[in-house]
């Protein structure tokens, strides 16, 4: 069988700054290419490198974090079972940042979804991590359609965090999610 490649955009090394796992110390494995073209996409996933399951496995473990964020673009466009098991091998625990667009591997750990432009066929979430755009609707609908265990709300970049925890603490099913990322000013 000939191994897979896969597309990597960047791999580094940073406290995962959004969401449940805020704080905790991270690989970013950034994969490169995605099935959604939203016009406010600030990600730069275009550019790759193409490496092996081994290869990611060695470089991800030069790190001394075993908390993987696997990421994009959209990472389950890529992210198998194969390269999975071989993350696994070296300890990792995987989280995975999905647009909800393809179902997830059995063998991640955690699925936190930010969903785009449906139709969505994921199959399980743990965290669904949503923009708020001043329309608590689109909030409460989104939860009803993708049901997960945890919810956080994020304000729009540079604006709208009154009107959050406005909408969490009427929703409190729906935690505040800051991008402390940027709040500290480290990737
Ligand atoms: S789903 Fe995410 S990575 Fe893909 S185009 Fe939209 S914002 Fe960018």
């Known amino acids: 069988m000939t191994e897979p490649v896969y597309r990597v955009n960047e791999i580094f090394y940073s406290l995962q700054g959004e969401g449940f796992y805020t704080g905790t110390p991270a690989v970013f494995l950034r994969f490169s290419g995605c099935n959604r073209l939203c016009p406010f996409c600030d990600t730069d996933h275009h550019a790759f490198r193409e490496m092996t399951a081994a290869e990611i496995a060695a470089e991800v473990s030069s790190f001394p974090s075993r908390h993987l964020v696997a990421t994009g673009g959209e990472p389950l466009l890529q992210l198998d079972s194969y390269l999975l098991r071989a993350l696994k091998a070296r300890g990792f625990y995987v989280q995975v940042e999905t647009n909800g667009s393809r179902p997830v591997p059995p063998e991640v750990d955690w699925v936190t979804c930010s969903p785009k432009e449906g139709p969505w066929d994921i199959g399980r979430i743990d965290e669904l991590k949503v923009v708020y755009q001043n329309s608590p609707d689109h909030l409460l609908r989104l939860a009803e359609l993708l049901p997960a265990t945890h919810h956080f709300a994020q304000p ?14 009427d929703h409190p099913r729906w935690r505040l999610s800051l991008q402390t990322h940027k709040l500290i000013d480290i990737r």
């Open 156 to 169: 729009l970049s540079g604006g709208n965090v009154p009107e959050t925890i406005r909408f969490c603490l």
